[in-house]
């Protein structure tokens, strides 16, 4: 009876220590869960996520990379939650089957917008609403806020004209002001600001207008230089002066004529010298000439209205023509008869008399004189001197020419001057005035590119070192003086090539 007993216990507690076991070897089959956190969109990892799974196993927090790992999730169903402030929850659901099982998946996780705040509207704060006579360059300034500090704020712009249909759109600003610049004379410019802080949609500010000033009446017209570029600027009596032509253009000698309404002005054109004009505020630029200017020297080559404004005369090489300020009629009017260049000429207000400076292909052997409408030679100003000379203007009345001529007479291959004076010529008594003596031109300087003032009173022209590399001045002599000590005054620096109408 005792042996059918303990086989009995024996046989229970084999029993039960089997089953102990089974499941013993059950609870410890186990999986791998990875994975990774990235802002949706963007795909930017996120790193201190929390990652934790329902039934709960281990909490841990993604990496810099935005990646986790779980290890030893026993098998089964989990559910897995992503969290971090700032982002809405994730949730993904994972199974486990097999020992050793890996499980991959990826979080996309989105900005919590309830815990976000939009920027508030733009502020336009300058040029303030309807603001008129606003110059060529304007800042636009505006304000915008954002209640959230690490928030990033971009700005878009938006400009529209009363002109045409363009419409000027400036995207990712990270400033709150912008230069306009190029803007046209008289024209209304309406503007408006968006922000987007990446999260919220845009918002809109309110729509500005500014008006810009209407087209200046300027009597100057000069050159300048920058980066190896020459440019014509605008200006008034008092300074005020804007950019005429573009820097990337080469523009030089502007000349205008009131009763055209338009500047005249040379520039290169592939490689070569042609004439173009403008109206007074730059634009509506137009290529007059089809046969170029030519001569020894591009940058010492001039041309001439007709008062009228309708036709322009001007050279190339040897051959004088007139053409239309519309490019039509071209006609040569006159042939130099030794085959000397014609760098210069001057029409007379009248309209019956031309004036020349010719030249050899270096610039020198250099002649002035006087021809009428048939060609013929009606008075020689200057022949058979050394030195360079040039910058032919009559007088309104047409008894006086200005020139200029280099009293030094000396020549090189780079047609360098080292004295140049400024002579006005009376064609009346055939009397030669020196007017840079009398304003008591400074020592080793050149006077060059001299014209008349309007009311005849005045030289403009420009003064500057015989270095020729220093800065150019345009300065001007009051000639109605009776007294022989002239007095000089400066009217633009880093100037040249003036014109006063």
Same mark, same amino acid.
């Given at each position: 009876? &005792?042996?059918?007993?303990?086989?009995?216990?024996?046989?229970?507690?084999?029993?039960?220590?089997? +089953?102990?076991?089974?499941?013993?070897?059950?609870?410890?089959?186990?999986?791998?869960?990875?994975?990774?956190?990235?802002?949706? @969109?963007?795909?930017?990892?996120?790193?201190?996520?929390?990652?934790?799974?329902?039934?709960?196993?281990?909490?841990?927090?993604?990496?810099?990379?935005?990646?986790?790992?779980?290890?030893?999730?026993?098998?089964?169903?989990?559910?897995?939650?992503?969290?971090?402030?700032?982002?809405?929850?994730? $949730?993904?659901?994972?199974?486990?089957?097999?020992?050793?099982?890996?499980?991959?998946?990826?979080?996309?996780?989105?900005?919590?917008?309830?815990?976000?705040?939009?920027?508030?509207?733009?502020?336009?704060?300058?040029?303030?609403?309807?603001?008129?006579?606003?110059?060529?360059?304007?800042?636009?300034?505006?304000?915008?806020?954002?209640?959230?500090?690490?928030?990033?704020?971009?700005?878009?712009?938006? #400009?529209?004209?009363?002109?045409?249909?363009?419409?000027?759109?400036?995207?990712?600003?990270?400033?709150?002001?912008?230069?306009? &610049?190029?803007?046209?004379?008289?024209?209304?410019?309406?503007?408006?600001?968006?922000? +987007?802080?990446?999260?919220?949609?845009?918002? =809109?500010?309110?729509?500005?207008?500014?008006?810009?000033?209407?087209?200046?009446?300027?009597?100057?017209? /000069?050159?300048?230089?920058?980066?190896?570029?020459?440019?014509?600027?605008?200006?008034?009596? @008092?300074?005020?002066?804007?950019?005429?032509?573009? !820097?990337?253009?080469?523009?030089?000698?502007?000349?205008?004529?009131?009763?055209?309404? =338009?500047?005249?002005? !040379?520039?290169?054109?592939?490689?070569?010298?042609?004439?173009?004009?403008?109206?007074?505020?730059?634009?509506?630029?137009?290529?007059?000439?089809?046969?170029?200017?030519?001569? $020894? *020297? +591009?940058?010492? !080559?001039?041309?001439?209205?007709?008062?009228?404004?309708?036709?322009?005369? /001007?050279?190339?090489?040897?051959?004088?023509?007139?053409?239309?300020?519309? @490019?039509? @009629?071209?006609?040569?009017?006159?042939?130099?008869?030794?085959?000397?260049?014609?760098?210069?000429?001057?029409?007379?207000?009248?309209?019956?008399?031309?004036?020349?400076?010719? *030249?050899?292909?270096?610039?020198?052997?250099?002649?002035? /004189?006087?021809?009428?409408?048939?060609?013929?030679?009606?008075?020689? #100003? =200057?022949? %058979?001197?050394?030195?360079?000379? %040039?910058?032919?203007?009559?007088?309104?009345?047409?008894?006086? =020419?200005?020139?200029?001529?280099?009293? +030094?007479?000396?020549?090189? %291959?780079?047609?360098?001057?080292?004295?140049?004076?400024?002579?006005?010529?009376?064609?009346?008594?055939?009397?030669?005035?020196?007017?840079?003596?009398?304003?008591?031109?400074?020592?080793?300087?050149?006077?060059?590119?001299?014209?008349?003032?309007?009311?005849?009173?005045?030289?403009?022209?420009?003064?500057?070192?015989?270095?020729?590399?220093?800065?150019?001045?345009?300065?001007?002599?009051?000639?109605?003086?009776?007294?022989?000590?002239?007095?000089?005054?400066?009217? $633009?620096?880093?100037?040249?090539?003036?014109? /006063?109408?």
């Amino acid at each position: 009876m &005792k042996t059918i007993i303990k086989n009995t216990i024996f046989i229970i507690f084999s029993l039960l220590l089997f +089953s102990c076991n089974e499941e013993l070897v059950e609870q410890t089959q186990t999986g791998v869960l990875k994975g990774k956190v990235v802002k949706r @969109g963007s795909n930017e990892p996120l790193a201190n996520v929390k990652i934790l799974t329902n039934p709960t196993t281990k909490t841990v927090f993604s990496a810099a990379d935005g990646t986790f790992e779980i290890s030893d999730i026993p098998i089964g169903n989990y559910s897995v939650k992503a969290e971090l402030s700032g982002y809405l929850a994730n $949730f993904t659901s994972i199974n486990f089957q097999t020992q050793n099982q890996l499980v991959t998946i990826v979080f996309e996780m989105e900005d919590d917008e309830s815990l976000n705040s939009s920027p508030t509207i733009p502020e336009l704060l300058s040029p303030i609403d309807n603001s008129e006579n606003q110059p060529l360059s304007v800042e636009l300034t505006w304000n915008s806020t954002d209640p959230d500090s690490l928030d990033v704020l971009k700005y878009r712009l938006i #400009v529209k004209n009363n002109l045409n249909t363009d419409v000027l759109e400036v995207k990712d600003l990270l400033d709150k002001h912008y230069t306009l &610049k190029d803007l046209k004379f008289g024209v209304s410019y309406f503007w408006q600001v968006a922000v +987007s802080d990446n999260i919220h949609p845009e918002v =809109l500010s309110a729509v500005s207008k500014f008006t810009t000033n209407t087209i200046p009446a300027n009597r100057f017209h /000069y050159v300048r230089k920058q980066s190896g570029n020459l440019y014509i600027v605008s200006s008034n009596d @008092g300074g005020d002066s804007f950019q005429f032509t573009a !820097l990337a253009n080469n523009s030089w000698r502007p000349r205008k004529n009131n009763n055209a309404g =338009l500047i005249a002005f !040379l520039r290169t054109e592939g490689g070569s010298t042609h004439i173009f004009t403008a109206k007074p505020d730059g634009s509506d630029v137009f290529k007059v000439t089809s046969v170029p200017l030519g001569g $020894f *020297n +591009s940058y010492e !080559l001039d041309f001439t209205w007709k008062t009228n404004g309708k036709e322009l005369i /001007y050279a190339n090489f040897d051959k004088l023509y007139r053409i239309n300020k519309d @490019g039509s @009629g071209q006609e040569l009017i006159y042939t130099t008869p030794d085959g000397s260049l014609i760098s210069e000429c001057d029409w007379s207000y009248d309209g019956s008399k031309i004036a020349l400076k010719t *030249n050899d292909f270096n610039g020198y052997n250099t002649k002035i /004189y006087i021809i009428d409408m048939l060609g013929n030679v009606m008075k020689t #100003v =200057l022949a %058979g001197v050394a030195g360079g000379s %040039g910058g032919l203007d009559f007088s309104i009345d047409g008894n006086y =020419l200005v020139y200029t001529h280099d009293v +030094s007479g000396y020549q090189d %291959g780079n047609y360098r001057q080292l004295d140049s004076h400024i002579f006005i010529y009376n064609l009346m008594d055939n009397t030669v005035r020196d007017i840079s003596t009398e304003s008591e031109k400074p020592n080793g300087t050149n006077d060059v590119d001299p014209r008349f003032s309007p009311n005849n009173a005045q030289i403009i022209f420009t003064n500057t070192s015989n270095d020729g590399i220093s800065q150019r001045n345009v300065e001007t002599i009051d000639i109605n003086n009776s007294g022989t000590d002239l007095e000089r005054t400066s009217l $633009f620096s880093n100037a040249e090539m003036p014109d /006063y109408e």
